[in-house]
């Protein structure tokens, strides 16, 4: 369903642009509002409700916003490599003392380097690192550890599929696929469609074009050099980078949300 989501002035609508892009997030993730409910539940459980949060990863800024309503005392610091998701993280929080967000690249050794803090109460992140490639994910967990204080938290929910179960994940992908191509035919955006409307946004254009160059085009499959592991495997690696727990805490049949405890 194509958008057009300026303001009378020309400048873009940054509220319907981070509401477009929950809608389309939804439409992969229905249960993406309870996710973040428990993530948010852990952080008040293990790192109070005045948390210096680091969201990392954090595209146009999801985590921060729920974050920040929950909790009107807490600090967050995003930072995310795409510059279009920042842009409307940007434009969405104009005016918002208690968040800033930094560009950096996750996948460089230096990249904590960029932030402005030194140590967070919790490390959050949600449906981002399976871009990643095992070795760099086991690399950026001992960053992680490093930048959490003794008892902070790191929460990570993305797709974990339990490799034990091959019969149970092919049948929730089935449904889940199906369920998709229903909403899709009534006019919900998928990932390719929600990045071909920004592109077409005046304001945005160019901004979505330097994203282009450093990801590549999303209608060609910008995942591609992406891994994922079992809710086991990311607790045992917590665990090897030095964390003093780590465990599942919560799980849907695709996904699951592992814990951290330094």
């Avoid at 998928?190 to 304001?203: F, Q």
């Avoid at 499959?221 to 607790?235: I, L």
Wanted: charged share 25%.
């Amino acid at each position: 369903m194509a958008m057009h989501q300026e303001t009378a002035d020309g400048h873009a609508n940054w509220q319907a642009w981070q509401d477009s892009w929950d809608r389309q997030q939804e439409w992969y993730l229905p249960d993406r509002e309870e996710r973040f409910r428990v993530m948010l539940d852990m952080v008040e459980a293990l790192a109070g409700p005045e948390p210096r949060v680091l969201d990392l990863a954090c595209g146009t800024g999801s985590i921060s916003d729920r974050l920040l309503r929950r909790f009107p005392e807490s600090r967050s610091t995003g930072v995310d490599l795409d510059p279009a998701l920042l842009t409307v993280a940007r434009g969405h929080f104009a005016g918002e003392s208690r968040v800033e967000f930094v560009t950096a690249d996750l996948t460089d050794a230096d990249w904590v380097r960029a932030l402005p803090h030194t140590s967070y109460d919790a490390v959050l992140t949600a449906t981002a690192l399976h871009w990643l490639r095992t070795p760099q994910l086991t690399a950026l967990y001992g960053q992680i550890a490093g930048l959490l204080r003794a008892g902070g938290v790191f929460v990570h929910a993305d797709h974990m599929p339990d490799p034990s179960t091959p019969r149970i994940n092919e049948a929730a992908y089935a449904f889940g696929k199906r369920r998709r191509e229903r909403e899709k035919a009534a006019g919900a955006s998928d990932w390719a469609a929600w990045w071909g409307e920004m592109a077409g946004e005046p304001a945005l254009a160019g901004v979505v074009e330097e994203r282009y160059r450093i990801f590549g085009d999303p209608a060609k499959g910008d995942h591609a050099d992406g891994e994922v592991q079992s809710a086991a495997w990311h607790a045992q690696a917590l665990l090897s980078a030095g964390f003093a727990e780590a465990g599942q805490v919560w799980c849907s049949p695709e996904d699951a949300m592992v814990l951290g405890l330094r």
